[in-house]
């Protein structure tokens, strides 16, 4: 494998393999010396275009615990500033060599595009509202540490479905590791065809059917276009408060949470939460993901040359 | 009205091609003498000692494609196509005229603008060409332009594509100023408010990679709302660029009614959808109005064999490299088509050849143009096509200034071997030869 821009580049055994290694690695963070030497001398480059703040330091720890060098390339005060093109851009970080790189831009597909742009292996960190395949991973890898399998697992993703990258990676990891997923939010945040990948619920009447209910996060700018009237309403009708929420229940959540919003305080600091694992599990896979990308690949890199639009 | 630099009339015997022309009825081998740019005779082993003879066998002759429909970017945006490039495209297609959208920089919205692009074009155009107006100042929707003396310099007629005409006001009034002006008034339909800030069509493939979508509606109910003004009016009205099923079901029903309104579909509208798109989200598949479903495409080509459908246009929509190769998000909407229109629509293998033909030059009567005839007398506007000849797009280049083909890489059959237009041959195949 060489890039991971999609969770569809990867299959339910790829998956499987991706987060034993990442259990191995658990150890490393309870060392004195948190440091292990698999990508010695690797270079490393995080092209971040959108504020992060978890997944970019994630990163950085990950590669770093695996002794690779790091560089971080933030888009405001570089270059880009001055109107420098992504494809230029890319162009130029690539004449340092770098092994990987892991991006994250505002746009469907930039991660593609740069992939076709450089000889390094690429990692889709976010891009646009399409992808986020390292969060699914990591909240596969999160449930599988909770529940064991997901096989027959239904699992409810509550919230802004249209604008979350996160949505569509983790309906497609769940339901590659055997489970039912269905998308529940308001039908202004749902997008026309998402009945085509998965269940669709327009409200919670039937949320205890889920063994697991994973919120996202309502961004403050949607009530500018009118998607909700208020936060208030939408905290009546959708938010995960005790109530709502079944003892036997696993709460998930991507971060960060607007407490009292999409979530209730006590449901937060329930012990159904496993949002901070999903936190701690970031690390570990991630660290997964650069191993399976950098290690084994016995096959001498292309030379370097712009792929053209048709690749 | 039309405008190019003169090319010399031909005096060309074209020998054993496929005459098929569905207006006159033609659809025989034959010979097509022409000269002094006249079509001269046409009949059986005709003679011409010392003149040239283009080898039709095994070819086909057509009447010259008219577009209604493209973009020649000047003035103001000459990066991206100029008017010899955008005509040598044009020729290289088949096409023997087409007609300019004013949506440049600055917009043709008064007579100096129009005045001085006709007198460039009698300079640069290969091929002949005429000009639209647009109906508001600027493209702002707000103000009509002086739409008399725009139409006493030449304009064709009127329209703000690239932009519809939002407010249902401006529109009656230039409805209204039509029966004074005469033209046609050409209308690019989208609801503003349904298309948001969508990039593709609103659907399951949308919903997929999540990208905001434009919605099939966004088209249709203005075709419904402006039907409804031109027949209150008696205006004449002609949409653009048709892509979804709802709208072809709208302009049927308005004709029914007896509305005077005409329609063009592209050749990519008729032959991709948006599942091309989730391919590999390749910006030369973004185009506005987007690709749409099977479903609606399979209506395109039924508007088009019963008549709901005119004719076919390309919205020939060229793009500067740098401006296509970034996010899909980011590229702007638009397409090449003059090159690969006929061919495209040949190789779906859907329509009637006699139909292709006939749609492809229907266009010129919609905008008051003479429609190219194979009949003697007649100026030569003619095509002479290799039906069985493959190729890869773009393998060769491109006549445009513009790559951003959206049937870059397709292999399509059919290719445009000469073209005559306004009596000069035009444009004949070549080949790129390694050496």
């Known amino acids: ?311 | 009205m039309l405008d190019h630099r003169p090319t010399p009339p031909a005096d060309v015997l074209i020998k054993g091609a496929h005459v098929l022309d569905p207006r006159t009825g033609l659809d025989e081998p034959l010979d097509v003498r022409i000269a002094g740019g006249e079509i001269a005779e046409i009949g059986a082993d005709l003679q011409a000692p010392g003149v040239e003879t283009i080898d039709g066998s095994g070819r086909h002759l057509f009447p010259g494609f008219v577009d209604p429909h493209v973009h020649l970017r000047v003035p103001g945006q000459e990066h991206k196509e100029d008017i010899e490039s955008g005509t040598r495209s044009a020729a290289a297609g088949g096409f023997v005229a087409v007609v300019a959208m004013p949506n440049t920089t600055p917009t043709v919205d008064s007579a100096p603008v129009l005045r001085s692009l006709r007198e460039q074009a009698r300079r640069e155009a290969r091929i002949p060409v005429g000009f639209m107006a647009s109906i508001t100042h600027g493209l702002a929707g707000e103000a009509l332009t002086e739409m008399a003396e725009l139409k006493a310099c030449g304009a064709l007629g009127f329209t703000d594509d690239g932009k519809p005409v939002h407010r249902a006001g401006i529109l009656r009034k230039a409805l209204q100023y039509q029966k004074l002006v005469g033209g046609i008034i050409a209308l690019h339909e989208e609801d503003p408010t349904l298309s948001g800030n969508g990039v593709m069509h609103e659907g399951v493939v949308s919903a997929r990679l999540g990208l905001a979508g434009i919605p099939s509606i966004s088209e249709s109910t203005l075709i419904a709302r402006d039907a409804a003004i031109a027949g209150y009016e008696g205006g004449r009205i002609h949409i653009q660029h048709l892509s979804a099923r709802e709208s072809v079901k709208a302009i049927r029903e308005a004709k029914a009614r007896g509305v005077q309104i005409t329609c063009e579909a592209s050749p990519h509208h008729l032959t991709l959808t948006d599942e091309a798109v989730a391919e590999k989200l390749d910006t030369r598949l973004k185009m506005n109005p987007p690709l749409r479903t099977e479903a609606d495409r399979q209506a395109l080509i039924a508007g088009l064999k019963d008549g709901t459908i005119d004719c076919i246009a390309t919205d020939h929509a060229p793009h500067a490299r740098e401006e296509k190769e970034v996010p899909f998000e980011q590229a702007p909407m638009g397409t090449t088509g003059l090159e690969t229109a006929f061919a495209a629509v040949y190789t779906a293998g859907e329509l009637p050849l006699a139909l292709i033909v006939e749609k492809l030059s229907a266009g010129a009567a919609l905008m008051d143009l003479p429609t190219p005839e194979i009949a003697v007398g007649r100026p030569a506007d003619l095509v002479l096509v290799d039906l069985a000849a493959e190729w890869e797009v773009g393998a060769q280049g491109y006549e445009s200034r513009s790559e951003n083909c959206c049937f870059a890489g397709r292999r399509l059959k059919g290719k445009v071997v000469t073209t005559i237009a306004a009596g000069g041959i035009v444009y004949r195949q070549r080949e790129l030869v390694a050496v």
């Open chain 1, 1 to 311: 494998m060489r890039h991971l821009l999609s969770i569809e580049d990867l299959d339910r055994e790829a998956i499987e393999r991706i987060l034993d290694r990442a259990k191995t690695f658990t150890d490393v963070s309870e060392r004195e010396i948190k440091k292990v030497p698999a990508l010695r001398g690797r270079r490393v480059l995080n092209l971040f275009y959108e504020a992060s703040t978890r997944t970019r330091s994630s990163f950085e720890l990950a590669a770093k615990s695996l002794s690779a060098d790091v560089i971080n390339f933030a888009a405001s005060g570089s270059a880009v500033d001055k109107g420098e093109s992504l494809k230029d851009t890319v162009q130029t970080l690539s004449a340092y060599r770098p092994d990987l790189i892991c991006i994250r831009t505002p746009f469907v597909g930039a991660a593609q595009l740069v992939a076709g742009w450089t000889t390094a292996s690429v990692v889709n960190a976010g891009d646009g509202k399409h992808e986020h395949p390292t969060q699914a991973l990591l909240d596969v890898y999160t449930l599988r540490e909770r529940v064991g399998r997901l096989e027959g697992l239904n699992i409810w993703i509550v919230g802004d479905i249209t604008h979350s990258r996160v949505a569509r990676s983790c309906i497609l990891a769940f339901q590659t590791m055997g489970a039912k997923v269905t998308v529940a939010g308001p039908p202004t945040l749902i997008p026309r065809g998402m009945e085509a990948m998965c269940d669709v619920a327009y409200d919670l009447d039937r949320l205890n059917e889920a063994d697991v209910v994973y919120a996202l996060r309502m961004q403050h700018e949607r009530m500018t276009d009118s998607f909700v009237p208020s936060l208030r309403e939408y905290a009546s009708v959708y938010q995960i408060d005790g109530r709502r929420l079944g003892p036997r229940q696993v709460l998930m959540h991507p971060g960060p949470v607007n407490r009292g919003v999409e979530l209730a305080a006590e449901v937060i600091d329930s012990p159904q939460a496993v949002i901070g694992q999903q936190v701690e599990a970031g690390v570990v896979v991630r660290m997964a993901v650069l191993y399976e990308l950098l290690t084994g690949r016995a096959n001498p890199k292309p030379a370097l040359t712009p792929a053209p639009l048709t690749a």
